[in-house]
Every structure is written in structure tokens, then in C-alpha cells.
């Protein structure tokens, strides 16, 4: 179709589609001037809408999308200023751009106010109009771009992506909720891979806080010499190779909230100097002398009893009282087995998507295995198996065999009887030497189920459970990590 200059219809409008191009709505009742407008955008890329008065550009603005509106101020109908307000009103978030062969201080002023970002004086630079029309597209796009990524971030970790509708998850997704919309320090207990990362940030996204930073640290995985930097921030010269200022985290989750994972980790030194920005929400940077206000919210978690650590004259006492103003315990998985085939199911979909493998089931039996093994690793042993298993399986269904060898300990003839001390059938009696044999694979399955075995025993203190399987803390923390068990 082509614009005639006698006709009242408008051009150029694109079927809207999910992934659309910008529209441009060009409104001017010249028809010169509407012609190579709408070449010159269209040929940058744009959707290009032309209307010949005010009166059809506010038919389009009332039916279609428009995302950026350039219009003549001066027509005979309806003028460009009210055609801006027909347009701010239809969509508050429109870029909006103004010509006028008559310059006008008043109008233009009248224009700005309404929300036009500029205006042109014709005859103007096509290029000029070209870049300006460029830059503001984009920064719309990115600024659209941040509100749903926001959105995803907020639903990423709202409710919905914590799994479980047993009685113990029931009670935390109700504890969450109450305790969301408050600012005080919060204090999450319980085994390794029970998630306690995604409830604090179930926690932060739900809070008032939540368009803020959320700022995590694990205390245990960053040397002890290098925690307080990484916490507080250092200056230029505080120690050798600090060549410049540097913000530490507390300062980086600034109105928002700080997550402190495996607190009990954490050194007498480290912990005196957090109960202090606890007491007066101040903290110096490590070699300076300026105090820095820590607007922050706090929420702890740790695997260990801290009670037990303060008995021992591990964790201060006062550290103690001051970070568990509210206790939130997560339920290890063999105490919500009715949740293992909602997780089961949700890894199943989540991996076999990433994978792009037709898996789209899992077996009775397999199942059954699942639902019998004792997870000492929780959610994250229970992801990491299905993740293995969606990865092996050839069929459509996962079956049983495709599972890790210590899940199905008892091979095809019936449902795993697992004792949580029970060491697997399979690493019991030495395999056959043969074709496709990896004893790579087997060699990790039995560290990991000893390692995860040793935590279980020792309630997470990983000191103790190194001492218990006979190795070098070192060596621990390095296949600990290695396996994703803490």
C-alpha cells in the first residue's frame, strides 16, 4: 500500500507480534514529509506508522502499540500538543518528538511539560533526528528490559520456586511470609543442601528491600585473611596489593540485604567486628578511619548447632542472640518425602529442557527408589541425581537404571531399602572388569557417598567429618566442594 495525499488511511501498520519491532508513528500533514520519514525510519529498522492529521493519529494511538510518537506541532485539525496527550495518556512510557517549521518558545515549553524529549526546528538534520530517535529507542528498550528482568528475578524467587507442599514447608512458606516485610536479622538453620540460599532470597524478594541489592558471602568458602576486605572494603595501602580503594560487600547491599551462608564459620576476630555493625549499623573499611553507615538488612544461615559451637567457646554468645532475632529451621528432605515427586518432577522438566532430550517422565520404580533413599545431601543431592540421570537416559521415561549407582543400591530387582549408614551394593562388590567400565565414575560415587555420610554424622562440621574418614582438611574441603556437599 502506498499513502496518498488524498486519502484518510493510515499506512504501514505492521501485525503486532511478540518480539516486534519498535513502531514509529509519524504524524505531520505534509505528505512530503511523512514519505521520508517513513523510508528513512523504515530503512533503519523501525515499524513505521503514518498518519495525515491529529484526528487518525489518535484512531492509532486508541487500536495499536506505539512506542515512539513524532509529530508536527502545528496541523489544521487537532494539534500535535493534544495529539502528545492522547499518546502520554494511552501509554505513559512513550518516547515522544516534536517538529515545527514555526519555533515557538510556548508550544515547545507546553510540549516538554507534557513529556516530549525534544523537538525539531525544519527544515532539520534527517541525520540528527536519525541518532536522537536511536538513542532514546534503546534506552527505552533497556530500561523495558530492566522491569522484566526485575520481574523474573521476583518470581525466580518468590513462593513458587520453592518446591514442597508438605506440613514442615507449608509452616516456612507461612514463616516467610510473616517475616518478609520486616527488617529484622534472620537466622536459617539446617543440613546441607536444604536451600536456605533460595529462602533468604524468597525472603529478600518479598521484602520491602527487594528492588535493592541481595548481596551473598559464604563464610567458609573465602580464607580467613581475605573475609574482612571482602566484607568491609579496604583502602588503597591497608595491606600489599591493595592498589586502590575497594567497597566490600556490606557497602554493595546497601538498602538492601546482605545473606551470610555457613555463619558459624566465621572467626572470633570476623565476629566481633560483625556484632558491632549489628549494635550500631557502623563499619570501617579495613585501614581506614572514615565510619561507613551500614543500611542493610542481615540474614544468616548455617548447617552447624550454634548453640553447641557457643557451649564450646566457638561462636560468640552475643553474636548468637543478635543474629537469631528470628529462627527459620529447614526440614531435611527425609522429613517431607511426600515432596521428593514434586522436586523430582520439577529437575526432570527443568534439566530435560536444558538438555533438549525427550525425557518426560519418570518411572514407577524409579520412583520408588527415589522416594526409599534416605538424601543425605537433600534438595541438592536429590537435583544432582536427577541431573545425572535425565543426561544417561535413552528413553522417554527415566528408568531406575539411569539413577546413580547408590541410589538403586539393590539393582532391578525391587525398591532400594536404604539405611542412611548402609554402604551401597554396588560399591560393596567389586564390578567386573569389562568393556565400558569407568572407574573414575565409580571412584566419585563412593567419595561422595562417604563425604555426604561423614557430614551427616558430624552435623555438618566439616573438621569433624575429615577427622572421621581419615583425610586432610585440605583434601575434605576440596572433594566437599568438588560434590557440591556441604
Excluded at 557497602?251 to 555457613?262: K, N
Excluded at 566481633?272 to 542493610?296: H, P, S, Y
Excluded at 567389586?430 to 557430614?455: C, K, N, S, T, V
Aim: glycine share 6%.
Amino acid at each position: 500500500m502506498t499513502a496518498q495525499a488524498t486519502s484518510a488511511r493510515v499506512v504501514d501498520a505492521p501485525v503486532e507480534e511478540a518480539n516486534a519491532k519498535p513502531r514509529i508513528l509519524v504524524v505531520d500533514d505534509e505528505p512530503s514529509m511523512r514519505d521520508m520519514l517513513r523510508i528513512v525510519l523504515r530503512r533503519d529498522g523501525y515499524d513505521v506508522v503514518v498518519a495525515e492529521d491529529g484526528r487518525q493519529a489518535l484512531g492509532v494511538l486508541e487500536r495499536e502499540r506505539v512506542d515512539l510518537l513524532l509529530s508536527d506541532i502545528r496541523m489544521a485539525d487537532i494539534s500535535g500538543v493534544d495529539v502528545l496527550r492522547a499518546a502520554k495518556q494511552a501509554n505513559p512510557e512513550i518516547v515522544a518528538f516534536m517538529m515545527t517549521a514555526f519555533a515557538s518558545t510556548e508550544t515547545a515549553v507546553e510540549a516538554m511539560r507534557l513529556g516530549a524529549v525534544d523537538y525539531f526546528t525544519k527544515p532539520f538534520s534527517m541525520d540528527e533526528l536519525r541518532l536522537k530517535v536511536r538513542q532514546y529507542v534503546e534506552a527505552s528498550r533497556l530500561k523495558q528490559e530492566n522491569v522484566l528482568l526485575k520481574r523474573v528475578l521476583n518470581s525466580s524467587y518468590s513462593f513458587s520456586s520453592i518446591i514442597g507442599r508438605s506440613e514442615p514447608m507449608l509452616a516456612v512458606f507461612k514463616m516467610v511470609d510473616t517475616i518478609a516485610k520486616t527488617s529484622s536479622t534472620v537466622l536459617i538453620t539446617g543440613e546441607s543442601g536444604t536451600g536456605k540460599d533460595l529462602v533468604a532470597r524468597a525472603i529478600h524478594f518479598n521484602s520491602l528491600r527487594r528492588d535493592h541489592p541481595f548481596v551473598a558471602l559464604n563464610c567458609g568458602a573465602i580464607p580467613e585473611t581475605l573475609l574482612e576486605s571482602e566484607l568491609f572494603g579496604h583502602m588503597r595501602g591497608a595491606f600489599t596489593g591493595a592498589d586502590q580503594n575497594k567497597k566490600g560487600l556490606l557497602e554493595v547491599a546497601d538498602r538492601g540485604t546482605i545473606f551470610l551462608d555457613e555463619i558459624g564459620e566465621m572467626n572470633a576476630s570476623m565476629q566481633v567486628k560483625l556484632l558491632r555493625v549489628l549494635q550500631e549499623r557502623r563499619f570501617r573499611r579495613l585501614g581506614g578511619t572514615d565510619e561507613v553507615r551500614a543500611d542493610v538488612r542481615v540474614v544468616a544461615a548455617t548447617n552447624q548447632e550454634l548453640p553447641r559451637l557457643v557451649a564450646d567457646g566457638r561462636f560468640r554468645e552475643d553474636l548468637f542472640y543478635r543474629i537469631n532475632v528470628i529462627g527459620l529451621h529447614l526440614p531435611p528432605l527425609r522429613d517431607r518425602l511426600e515432596d521428593i515427586p514434586l522436586l523430582a518432577d520439577h529437575f526432570l522438566a527443568k534439566f530435560s529442557g536444558q538438555m533438549e532430550k525427550p525425557v518426560r517422565a519418570i518411572s514407577r520404580e524409579a520412583h520408588e527408589r527415589l522416594m526409599a533413599y534416605r538424601w543425605p545431601g537433600n534438595v541438592r543431592e536429590l537435583e544432582n541425581a536427577v541431573e545425572r540421570a535425565v543426561a544417561v537416559e535413552q528413553t522417554p521415561t527415566l528408568l531406575p537404571e539411569s539413577l546413580p549407582p547408590h541410589v538403586r543400591p539393590n539393582g532391578d530387582d525391587g525398591p532400594a531399602q536404604q539405611h542412611p549408614e548402609a554402604v551401597p551394593a554396588d560399591l560393596r562388590d567389586f564390578p567386573a572388569l569389562q568393556e565400558g567400565f569407568d572407574l573414575e565414575a565409580r571412584g566419585e560415587d563412593f567419595y561422595r557417598h562417604y563425604i555426604a555420610l561423614a557430614l551427616e554424622r558430624t552435623g555438618g562440621v566439616q573438621t569433624k567429618a575429615a577427622e572421621l574418614l581419615g583425610m586432610s582438611f585440605r583434601s575434605f574441603r576440596y572433594y566437599a566442594k568438588k560434590f557440591n556437599l556441604r
